[in-house]
């Protein structure tokens, strides 16, 4: 082996387990003196924290079989679980069954971005209360509605176009 191999193996080795303990860091949280929550590798002396798991914990179906097409497809084919029963409507409420509305929390909205996919608006907001889809300029547009509740009034409008979040507006309306 030359010197120069032997030093290129070295710095590799090097390297290797430079780039090794910063996957095994610790996260922790902690509370401060003025009451902001704050995260680091090492907390304050005297201070209490706890570890972070900082593990991925939910997974975003990306592939056909969880899409709602494919679950309609299979329904349809006469595949999959049975329908569920639907409640015989009374004489009283002769309309369209109504769903509940479950609002966004503001939680949610602030982490909402421009740019994010319309996957990870689903695994944050859930389904929103209402839906429209315009197809405009060879590009498909949906408004996501997710309407006021008493706990939550407010009117978050999310606009998506190819898939990925445009605008998000709200306004309050009680």
């Known amino acids: 082996m030359t010197p120069r191999l032997v030093l290129k193996c070295l710095a590799g080795l090097a390297i290797a387990l430079a780039g090794s303990g910063s996957f095994s860091a610790e996260l922790y949280k902690w509370v401060d003196e003025k009451g902001v929550v704050t995260y680091g590798e090492k907390p304050p002396p005297n201070t209490r924290a706890t570890p972070v798991n900082t593990q ?9 079989q969880g899409s709602p097409k494919a679950t309609f497809d299979r329904r349809q084919a006469g595949e999959g679980s049975e329908r569920p029963a639907v409640p015989a409507m009374s004489s009283a409420s002769q309309g369209a069954p109504t769903a509940s509305v479950r609002g966004m929390e503001f939680e949610v909205y602030i982490r909402l971005q421009p740019g994010m996919t319309e996957g990870e608006l689903l695994q944050r907001a859930g389904r929103p ?35 990925r979040i445009q605008q998000v507006d709200r306004v309050k309306k009680f």
């Open 56 to 64: 991925p914990g939910a997974v975003v179906e990306t592939g056909e």
């Open 129 to 163: 209360d209402h839906e429209s889809v315009e197809n405009l300029r060879r590009s498909i547009v949906k408004t996501y509605y997710y309407f006021p509740t008493t706990s939550n009034p407010y009117t978050t409008v999310v606009t998506l176009r190819g898939g």
